[in-house]
């Protein structure tokens, strides 16, 4: 399907998608939440797509925020609606039941760092830049970063960063547990490429169970979070690939997992 914002491309089981915007820096206006909706939905319908990588055209920008220019003329109804399609969309990323990469080469600022954390594993140039700058625009993130940041690196640093709205760089990303990796630029497609694939070879019924049991898991009481767990566990023993992953280890060879 052919996008006016976005690119697809798939290597093998990984299906890349780039938000091309790249005069804009990526920003995301409502037409480009809308693409990424669609092309988030047929990720996850495939099957020969494993994993997921998302990033933006260009070295300078991931995302740069959402868009400001068309939010400018906002009404509150229109930025209602605005924020509930970013928010749904974020959730059917974080939900997508495959693991979904960011790759970060420049700026994930306000909704751009939203859709970062909205990923599994985010991984960054250290020449990127992260931070919720929306209160100097006036504004609140929209599109889950208050939840998302809060989760990932705990009450003051998402205090910290959402009310100063000031830019962090990656080794500070890094160091709250924004960022699982950075490298240098010339190494970022290098390392994006090797955990992809790594990703795209693992059994995808285990990769699902450990995506439900942590972020389902996240959200509840411990209790219901462990029922996920064993409720993942025992799923896993419904398919030929924990046969195969059991078997191959006790054959001292390498599994091939099918996704079945
Ligand atoms: N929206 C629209 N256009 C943008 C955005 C953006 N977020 N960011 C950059 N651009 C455009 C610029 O306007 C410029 O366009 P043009 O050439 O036509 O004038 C082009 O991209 C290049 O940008 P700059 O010239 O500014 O490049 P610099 O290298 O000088 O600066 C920065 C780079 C620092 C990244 C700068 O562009 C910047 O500060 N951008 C805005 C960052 C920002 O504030 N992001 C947060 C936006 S708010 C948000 O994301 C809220 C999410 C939730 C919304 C839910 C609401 C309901």
């Excluded at 206006?29 to 495939?46: K, P």
């Excluded at 609140?140 to 009310?163: K, S, V, W, Y």
């Amino acid at each position: 399907m052919a996008y006016r914002n976005l690119l697809t491309h798939d290597e093998g089981a990984v299906r890349t998608i780039t938000v091309n915007r790249p005069d804009k820096l990526n920003a995301l206006n409502l037409d480009t939440l809308n693409e990424l909706t669609l092309a988030f939905g047929q990720a996850a319908q495939d099957d020969a797509v494993r994993v997921v990588v998302l990033t933006g055209a260009g070295d300078k920008a991931f995302v740069a925020g959402a868009d400001i220019a068309e939010m400018n003329a906002y009404t509150p109804t229109q930025a209602l609606s605005f924020s509930r399609i970013g928010q749904a969309l974020m959730l059917t990323i974080e939900r997508l039941g495959k693991p979904v990469v960011a790759r970060i080469p420049g700026y994930a600022l306000g909704g751009g760092m939203e859709l970062a954390m909205a990923c599994h594993l985010r991984i960054a140039s250290n020449k990127a830049k992260f931070g919720q700058p929306e209160i100097n625009l006036g504004l609140i993130p929209g599109f889950g970063g208050t939840q998302r940041l809060l989760r990932l690196a705990g009450r003051g640093a998402a205090l910290e960063l959402c009310l100063t709205g000031k830019q962090i760089d990656a080794a500070r990303a890094h160091a709250l547990g924004v960022v699982t990796e950075v490298v240098e630029p010339e190494q970022l497609d290098t390392a994006v490429k090797a955990v992809a694939e790594a990703l795209s070879v693992a059994a995808p019924r285990a990769a699902a169970g450990i995506l439900d049991a942590v972020l389902g898991g996240g959200e509840c009481a411990i209790e219901q979070g462990l029922d996920y767990e064993s409720q993942g566990f025992a799923l896993c023993f419904a398919t030929e690939d924990m046969r195969e992953g059991t078997s191959a280890f006790l054959e001292r060879r390498k599994p091939q997992f099918k996704g079945r």
